[in-house]
């Protein structure tokens, strides 16, 4: 850091420096943004809509269909897809394996955001929400829901997130000595983030515990909270090596040369991680199933596509992990990651969305309003990210 | 204590904390001032008066009983009917079966909101309070009957279910439903009483009835029960629903909170401890700035 050029002035200085960097940097006419600027405008336009007309102008929600597609994928999927940031967290400030440093500010960074953004996905998708606030205030507080638990658990974790993130704002603005405080405070925030996104990661999963008749009995279990909780941890690793080689090859130049050399030592390292936990996971899905006796469920359409879940996208993965890691391999590694989120993504839908109500004759299928808004939701979660890295020492603390 | 003997008695008591809560619930005693429903099937003739009364009573629809043919399909309670009653064709006949909000003794909806909207009072109604809900849905998802409904067409929309008429009981008048009832299907009264008739009505006429009174376990039991001459899977009843009361799945889970809460933080600051020794003090408060060494004076 260049501390003797712009050690802070006063706070005239901070806001014209603020000004200066809300400004866009390079050329505009990408085709990211090409993509992009027009779904999130139309996104914005569907849900002026959904709030004058309700819920049922846009999406596919029914009195038998209550969630669909914006809180199965942007909620349970993405925090299960979040979940990189307690882990990495907890191995670099618990465990202190410190290889893993040069990764931490841009997975807490990626974390936060998927917390803020798909968190912020839960206020459209509520009938209600000009009562949002009533879990945190008042009389309401409805102890006995799990719910309740998530929403307060969100909240505290941004807070725990943002203040493991805060001393990178506080480096970007050049305010040395809130940094030094701030940075006095990570440990505790990671403690907490750790504690509680075990807890709302498995929370996740205790959601869907009371919907035990019309979940399929092949991916409803009383364990759901743990097998929630195990896959979040893979979900993490493998959520980082993905966003980890992207990162890599889009800021490229924002790296610094000392990193290049770590870069595949982290990714072999936590590919090894992701093939321990998926073989637990795995280990642990073929013990219920062979504990509930499900044999008789597996010959039918939602057998195979119960194996295909468990084989293809778990099984599998996890060899290609271990193999990778054996013969360093990063592009196995890398195509590994790829299924194993997509392992995440079918698990997750098919516990909220696809197999709910499973004998149902007519099952929902999201509008394409629900998926231009959840697009929307992931592409403003790009832009923002883009915007914080390209100016804030997140990929590289020397640039 | 030192450091490992700490670890391990966290670890010991956050694991039978988990545990522990395995116990199964006894058999309810049910208070005696809880109220609800008898309906016996064998008696309803499927005039729908109690609909209409409903409607008429809850300014929703009112059917029009006569014309709109509504027993030629299985209709479910919705946003403008706290209930139906449907018809099923059986060995015995047409079977006709009032169907709306069990309102259960432990209820999975009031379990599920997280604002406490949904709520059980004490005289065992089940009702929704407008100004806590946040329309999450969650009571939909968590009940195991499926029937709170919501107004996906409206801008302010409601939860929309049975109240067992709240408003009446506080005002010592029974349900509308059942003051409309002109066959006595319908018999409101204590919960204990009313299984109490059910069951001496099974006993003295055991080749009318089928001997199982729907609602005294489904779900932990529930404020309606059923009487009736056919099993009931043919009637349109769910007979999977189990006999555990729809919050225990959950309440495990919740009870292994605190003890997490409280454990895992000192776990993990055990672990952080234990990993710090044999390395360099400074090192213990590293974050971010690995890079910057040069920097601490
Ligand atoms: S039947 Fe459903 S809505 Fe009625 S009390 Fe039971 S859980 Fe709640
Ligand atoms: S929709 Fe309303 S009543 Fe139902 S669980 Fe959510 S907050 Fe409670």
Redesign the pocket.
């Known amino acids: 850091m260049n501390s003797n050029t712009a050690v802070a002035g006063g706070s005239g200085n901070t806001f014209q420096f603020l000004l200066q960097e809300l400004k866009p940097r390079g050329p505009w006419l990408t085709p990211f943004n090409v993509i992009s600027i027009p779904i999130i405008l139309a996104g914005l336009v569907i849900l002026v809509i959904r709030f004058i007309y309700g819920l049922g102008s846009v999406t596919n929600l029914s009195q038998e269909f209550p969630w669909g597609l914006w809180l199965g994928f942007d909620v349970v999927t993405g925090v299960a897809l979040a979940g990189g940031a307690y882990v990495i967290t907890f191995v670099v400030y618990v465990l202190r394996v410190e290889k893993y440093y040069p990764i931490v500010r841009v997975t807490v960074l990626n974390g936060l955001l998927a917390y803020m953004f798909y968190g912020g996905a839960l206020l459209f998708e509520l009938?209600r929400p000009w009562h949002a606030a009533n879990p945190f205030i008042g009389n309401s507080f409805g102890f006995s829901s799990v719910l309740f638990l998530i929403c307060w658990h969100f909240m505290i974790y941004m807070v725990a997130a943002f203040v493991e993130f805060s001393p990178v704002i506080a480096e970007w603005l050049h305010w040395e000595k809130t940094r030094k405080f701030l940075k006095s405070l990570t440990l505790g925030a990671v403690i907490l983030g750790v504690t509680l996104s075990m807890l709302h990661q498995s929370g996740l999963g205790a959601f869907f515990l009371m919907a035990k008749p019309k979940v399929h009995p092949l991916w409803w279990s009383d364990f759901l909270p743990i097998l929630f909780f195990v896959s979040s941890i893979y979900a993490g690793l493998a959520m980082i090596i993905f966003e980890g080689t992207i990162s890599h090859r889009v800021f490229k130049d924002l790296i610094g040369p000392e990193h290049h050399h770590s870069f595949e030592d982290i990714m072999l390292g936590l590919a090894k991680g992701a093939a321990i936990t998926m073989f637990v996971y795995y280990v642990f899905k073929a013990l219920l199933f062979i504990h509930g006796k499900q044999w008789s469920l597996i010959n039918d359409g939602w057998g195979y596509w119960y194996l295909l879940e468990v084989i293809g996208f778990v099984l599998v993965p996890a060899f290609m992990f271990a193999f990778g890691f054996r013969n360093r391999s990063l592009n196995t590694i890398r195509i590994a990651s790829v299924l194993a989120l997509l392992g995440i993504i079918l698990n997750r839908l098919n516990v909220s969305i696809i197999t709910f109500k499973w004998y149902e004759t007519v099952h929902y299928y999201p509008t394409w309003q629900e998926i231009v808004v959840t697009l929307m939701v992931i592409f403003s979660e790009i832009w923002f990210f883009r915007w914080v890295v390209t100016r804030m020492p997140v990929l590289n603390a020397r640039h | 204590m030192d450091r490992r003997g700490f670890l391990k008695s966290t670890l010991i008591a956050s694991t039978a904390a988990l545990a522990g809560s395995e116990a199964q619930a006894d058999e309810t005693q049910i208070p005696e001032e809880m109220v609800g429903v008898l309906v016996d099937t064998t008696r309803c003739i499927g005039c729908r008066a109690c609909e209409v009364a409903c409607g008429e009573q809850n300014g929703l629809l009112v059917p029009d009983v006569l014309n709109d043919g509504a027993l030629e399909s299985h209709r479910d309670t919705s946003d403008k009917q706290f209930m139906v009653v449907n018809k099923y064709e059986t060995d015995k006949g047409n079977v006709f079966v009032k169907k709306q909000c069990m309102h259960c003794y432990q209820a999975g909806?009031a379990a599920?909101?997280?604002?406490e909207?949904?709520h059980k009072n004490s005289q065992g109604p089940v009702t929704?309070d407008g100004d806590?809900?946040?329309?999450?849905?969650?009571?939909?998802i968590s009940c195991p009957f499926d029937i709170?409904k919501f107004e996906y067409g409206e801008w302010n929309p409601k939860?929309v279910k049975c109240t067992l008429c709240f408003d009446r009981l506080e005002a010592g008048k029974k349900p509308a439903c059942v003051e409309a009832c002109p066959t006595d299907t319908l018999m409101f009264g204590s919960m204990v009483k009313n299984l109490e008739v059910a069951r001496h009505r099974i006993y003295s006429h055991p080749d009318k009835y089928v001997h199982q009174i729907y609602g005294e376990h489904e779900a932990g039991g529930t404020a309606y029960i059923y009487l009736s001459a056919v099993p009931f899977d043919q009637l349109g009843f769910r007979t999977d629903l189990g006999r555990t009361p729809y919050p225990e799945y959950t309440r495990e889970f919740l009870y292994a909170v605190p003890a997490v809460l409280f454990s895992v933080p000192a776990f993990l600051l055990g672990l952080n401890a234990l990993t710090g020794n044999g390395k360099s003090d400074n090192e213990g408060d590293r974050d971010f700035d690995y890079s910057d060494d040069g920097e601490e004076q």
């Open positions: 009938g | 909806c599920a909101c997280p604002t909207a949904m929704w806590k809900c946040i329309g999450c849905r969650y009571c939909m709170p939860i």
